[in-house]
């Protein structure tokens, strides 16, 4: 059970580490990257590019030496042993998939040249596994220019997130978390858990706080929740101005939306002038550096609450078979994402019925919600592209007399924690 909490702990910081004009379309051969397949007669579809009656041929960049490689090498590690058991038991009707792979160093100049080799000379059919904020943030709208279907992006930066993706939009299938959607989920937390009516939130003016704070805005909007914000740098080690703003505003419940670098200051700031106020934070801070930095200052105050996106308890059946076809990565977290990103391509592709093509790709993982294998279902019905909508939840406390995060819930929804 230890080792689990601490791989679950672990899970938390992938975001951390992966955080640091329209051209005239013309018709031309169908599955070429910028054009529209004809409409046709079934029988007639040609298939998409890098389709092939013995294999598909899918591939992504990603940081596999440099700084980030310790991330990168065992994060395609988890694909390709995905793709192995696929391929080891027939294949998807009767299509091995290729992985090809093209080390970008964390690098978006690289990151760009790379994808434009994959899409345009390797003639892949899919991204599998997009990854590093700076390369994707770099290419999201290239990757939506080409018409490719990119399933999982190795961030939860805030151009990922859209209610209802058309047209160039659609292709993009984010599984990890997106920040917006956890602020979402945190406001659902405060009213489902906490019965919150007057929720209090700071949150850093960097993009993860922002993304944050617009999830939380929007989903207190919607539930006619009452929010006091106030905003503060990130990194900043003084928020006090921010926490007496809050304390003075007779809160129910804070959202601490904020990542690594200033939660600990916040929390600490909230303990020092008594705000005996429960707070709930991001996945990303569900770490024991966190834990740890925290624990003294709010003992008997108040209790910081974290959120998080899988469940490898109630998911032991996928953690073995994870175990067996990656032992040289059996514990390691970033090559269980690796193999989440390959379980959601292989879902949509099964989920396809005669000619394989970009649209009828994307029909299919539309069709219906899919489980992460260590983790909830993701919903893409209807142009969603919210990444995971299944949340649990602990808090900071002693796990066999050490700092770390209690399970305190499982994973919910926000219609389920509002009684929907």
Same mark, same amino acid.
């Given at each position: 059970m230890k080792k689990i909490i601490a791989m679950l702990a672990s899970l938390a910081i992938v975001a951390s580490f992966a955080a640091c004009g329209a051209k005239e379309e013309t018709p031309e051969t169908p599955g070429t990257p910028g054009t529209e397949t004809p409409v046709e007669k079934p029988e007639d579809e040609e298939p998409a590019q890098g389709v092939f009656d013995d294999k598909i041929i899918v591939g992504n960049s990603a940081a596999t030496? /440099?700084?980030? @490689?310790?991330? /990168?090498v065992p994060f395609n @590690?988890?694909?390709e042993a995905y793709f192995k058991m696929i391929n080891e #038991?027939?294949?998807? +009707?009767?299509?091995?998939?290729?992985?090809?792979?093209?080390d970008d160093e964390f690098d978006p100049v690289k990151g760009k040249a790379a994808l434009s080799t994959l899409v345009e000379d390797d003639k892949i059919f899919a991204l599998v596994g997009h990854f590093g904020t700076p390369v994707v943030g770099a290419t999201i709208e290239d990757v939506k220019e080409y018409g490719i279907p990119a399933v999982y992006f190795a961030t939860g930066i805030g151009q990922l997130y859209n209610d209802k993706a058309e047209g160039k939009d659609r292709g993009i299938f984010p599984v990890q978390p997106i920040y917006q959607t956890e602020g979402q989920i945190m406001v659902a937390r405060a009213v489902g858990d906490f019965e919150a009516k007057k929720i209090g939130v700071i949150y850093t003016n960097d993009d993860a706080g922002k993304d944050l704070f617009a999830g939380v805005e929007a989903k207190a909007k919607e539930l006619g929740v009452e929010i006091v914000a106030e905003q503060v740098a990130a990194g900043a080690t003084d928020v006090s101005s921010a926490v007496t703003s809050i304390k003075n505003a007779n809160v129910d419940f804070i959202i601490? #939306? #904020?990542?690594? #670098?200033?939660?600990p200051t916040i929390v600490k700031e909230l303990a020092a002038q008594n705000v005996n106020k429960d707070l709930i934070t991001t996945y990303v801070n569900v770490s024991p550096v966190i834990s740890e930095a925290v624990i003294n200052e709010i003992n008997g105050k108040f209790d910081v609450y974290g959120l998080g996106w899988v469940d490898l308890v109630e998911n032991a059946d996928s953690l073995a078979a994870f175990a067996e076809w990656a032992?040289?990565? @059996?514990? +390691?977290?970033y @090559?269980?994402?690796g193999w989440i990103a390959g379980h959601f391509f292989v879902e949509g592709l099964k989920r396809v019925e005669g000619t394989v093509t970009w649209d009828k790709y994307m029909d299919a993982l539309e069709s219906a919600p899919i489980k992460n294998p260590f983790g909830g279902v993701i919903n893409y019905a209807g142009g969603l592209r919210a990444g995971t909508q299944e949340m649990n939840l602990s808090k900071v406390g002693l796990v066999e007399n050490a700092p770390g995060w209690v399970p305190v819930d499982g994973l919910q929804s926000m219609d389920s924690l509002l009684g929907k």
């Open positions: 030496s /440099g700084n980030y @490689a310790p991330v /990168g @590690a988890g694909i #038991a027939g294949g998807v +009707n009767g299509r091995k998939i290729e992985f090809k792979h093209i601490g #939306a #904020a990542i690594q #670098a200033t939660i032992p040289d990565y @059996a514990t +390691n977290v @090559a269980m994402t």
